[in-house]
Structure formats: structure tokens, C-alpha cells
Nanobody
Framework: QVQLVESGGGLVQAGDSLRLSCAASGRTFSRYAMGWFRQAPGKERDFVARINSSGSSPYYAASVKGRFTITRDNAKNTVYPQMNSLKPEDTAVYYC?????????????WGQGTQVTVSS
């Protein structure tokens, strides 16, 4: 069992930066690839970024590539997306996810989400 708690969301202006955090409980965190997803009002939940269990091979959605950076600290059981050059279309609830072993898209555990609002 892995419990995920996101933090760091808030209201920012277009062009600003924000770093979210996802703290995980459980001794198996370092075995999971981790991902971030987001859901805007009235839209489906979309993939944002993922990183493998060792912290290498980050992968990004085209919409955030070059602006977002995902990292993790397995000693702290935490994964971070650094979000730069934020745009109003980045406004969404951001969710942390632990990905199923061997999968790049199937989610075993979700966090509760944190709201990010980008004003123009």
C-alpha cells in the first residue's frame, strides 16, 4: 500500500514558476515509477509527466515538455514537478500517481490532488 499526499499548489500569474511535491508513505516507494496527471474543469484527467523508479528517463506530455521537470528523491519518498513558464491552460487539479510495475500508464495509487490556478 502506498499513500500519496500532494502539496504546493496555489494561484500564480502567467509566466511564474511553481514546484509541487508528492510525499509517499510506505517502504516500497523506490520501486514505483511515479507520474503526474492533471484534470481541468469539465475535462478528462490527462498525463503530464512520469519518472522511473531510479529517477532517470523522465517523460513528458508535449504540452509541458521544455517547461516542466520531474524529479524524485527516494531517500525522502518524494517526487517533484518543477513547473516553469506557467500558462493559463495549465490551470487544473494536479494528481500524483504511483504506476503499476512494468507499466508506464496504469496507475495503482492516486493522491488527493492539489489545485494550480494560473491567471492571465
Amino acid at each position: 500500500q502506498v499513500q500519496l499526499v500532494e502539496s504546493g499548489g496555489g494561484l500564480v500569474q502567467a509566466g511564474d514558476s511553481l514546484r509541487l511535491s508528492c510525499a509517499a508513505s510506505g517502504r516500497t516507494f523506490s520501486r514505483y515509477a511515479m507520474g503526474w496527471f492533471r484534470q481541468a474543469p469539465g475535462k478528462e484527467r490527462d498525463f503530464v509527466a512520469r519518472i522511473n523508479s531510479s529517477g532517470s528517463s523522465p517523460y513528458y506530455a508535449a504540452s509541458v515538455k521544455g517547461r516542466f521537470t520531474i524529479t524524485r528523491d527516494n531517500a525522502k519518498n518524494t517526487v517533484y514537478p518543477q513547473m516553469n513558464s506557467l500558462k493559463p491552460e495549465d490551470t487544473a487539479v494536479y494528481y500524483c500517481a504511483a504506476l503499476r510495475f512494468g507499466s508506464s500508464s496504469v496507475v495503482d495509487y492516486w493522491g488527493q490532488g492539489t489545485q494550480v490556478t494560473v491567471s492571465s
